[in-house]
């Protein structure tokens, strides 16, 4: 088995969570994959040297707490 390298870690933005709010337009989904997208081009990576991903969510709310 191969090790596990922790490369960078990041958080996507916050704000206000409220209907009208600066992020209430943007799907969860898209806000992960951004923040993915950023991670690959500061470290300098393509997607495809990367095995696994640990993507963890706090306060879910509507889709991204699969209610």
Same mark, same amino acid.
């Given at each position: 088995?191969? %090790?596990? /390298?922790?490369?960078?870690? /990041?958080?996507?933005?916050? $704000?206000? *969570?409220?209907? *009208? $709010? &600066?992020?209430?337009?943007?799907?969860?989904?898209?806000? &992960?994959?951004?923040?993915?997208? &950023?991670?690959?081009?500061? =470290? $300098?990576? !393509? %997607?495809?040297?990367?095995?696994?991903?640990?993507?963890?969510?706090? %306060?879910?709310? $509507? !889709?991204? *707490?699969? =209610?």
């Amino acid at each position: 088995m191969r %090790s596990a /390298v922790i490369v960078d870690v /990041v958080r996507t933005p916050s $704000g206000r *969570g409220k209907p *009208g $709010g &600066a992020l209430s337009a943007v799907h969860p989904v898209d806000l &992960a994959a951004l923040t993915l997208r &950023a991670l690959l081009e500061r =470290n $300098g990576l !393509e %997607s495809r040297q990367i095995d696994d991903v640990i993507l963890g969510c706090v %306060s879910q709310v $509507g !889709e991204q *707490g699969m =209610n």
